[in-house]
């Protein structure tokens, strides 16, 4: 039995218990309240606070000057009949629910195979060594370009970093035109390792320069 059918016959117990009590239940339906109080502490509780209610009401019923209400066993049985029903609905339901839940769970485990069997893979990044362009500043360093849907991402791995050295990552097309994509700041290793991106293509890519902030390049690769 999974915890949701556990859950769910606990709440139709604990419904069913004052019925218990006073009697109202057939015999299948006292047999399953009985089998369930065997192994639930909790239902047992609450029905130990409910058995004082019986004692309660017959200590009220002396103070009422009315004759006791005798329920027809007709009305009585079609109560049980309605409640009956009702179970039967509430089962019918959990067991509509789990079905559905199932094959949604089952076109969710489809789709998620689909999108990632349909989803196309990132073409390797390829890696072009930086030259310097400076001969007072020793850098030297490795851009690494990998296509992108949107764009291309540039990894930068750098060494010899001076240091309170600021510098940007600049990539120039095709065309001649220039973009600065990202800028970082020094670091006690003299070691910068920065992933910048532009919405460009590769394709559309002839060069990344690695700057000053002040527009003096000292890094260049060319792109193939």
Known sequence: M???????GHDEVRLSLGSYLAG?????SR???????????ACRHELAELAVLPGLLARVGPLIDEEPLEVPATLREGMLSRVRDERRAQRARLRAWRVGASVLAAAAALLLFVVVA??????AGVGYAMRPVSATVPLRGVATLTPKAWGTAVSLSLRGVPAGLNCEAVVVTVGGASQVVG?????PTHVVEVVVATRL????LREVRVATLDGRTLL???IA
């Open 31 to 41: 047999h399953e309240v009985q089998a369930h109080l065997e192994r639930c502490g």
């Open 201 to 204: 293509a590769t394709s559309r």
């Open 118 to 123: 349909r989803a196309p893979s990132s073409p």
């Open 183 to 187: 800028n970082w700041g020094s670091t």
């Open 24 to 28: 109202g239940l057939d015999a299948a």
């Open 2 to 8: 999974t915890d949701h059918e556990q859950d769910h």
């Open 220 to 222: 260049s690769a060319r």
